[in-house]
């Protein structure tokens, strides 16, 4: 089955760390892009950076910039996305999306509380 889903998420405390991890299944990641996106609480969805073919890095949110880093494991098929520095405002149900494949996995929860 083509599918990505989405693991890491938690409680944490403002100023910890979270490593979300993208695996993807029945085709190689390695061959796409990747974006992650969360949703805020009444809100729409917010790209929060994205990662094309390689190592490339094209782009960040500027809410996230400087704290978070997206990055590959290609023999593990999946896609990282480092989350450091965290504040109240990072909380959200984060998303990866593999636009060429059309697929979206079924997020994971990140919360940040004291």
């Known amino acids: 089955q083509v599918k990505v889903v989405e693991s890491g998420g938690g409680l944490v405390e403002p100023g910890g760390s979270l490593r979300l991890s993208c695996v993807a299944s029945g085709f190689t990641l390695t061959h796409y892009g990747v974006n992650w996106y969360r949703r805020g609480t009444g809100e729409g969805r917010e790209l929060v950076g994205f990662?094309?073919?390689?190592?490339?890095?094209?782009f960040y949110a500027d809410s996230v910039k400087g704290r978070f880093h997206i990055s590959r494991d290609n023999a593990k098929n999946t896609v990282f996305l480092q989350m450091n520095d965290l504040k109240p405002e990072d909380t959200a149900p984060y998303f990866c999306?593999?636009?060429?494949?059309?697929?979206w996995g079924q997020g994971t929860q990140v919360t940040v509380s004291s």
């Open positions: 999306n593999v636009p060429l494949r059309d697929l």
């Open positions: 990662i094309i073919i390689g190592e490339d890095t094209l």
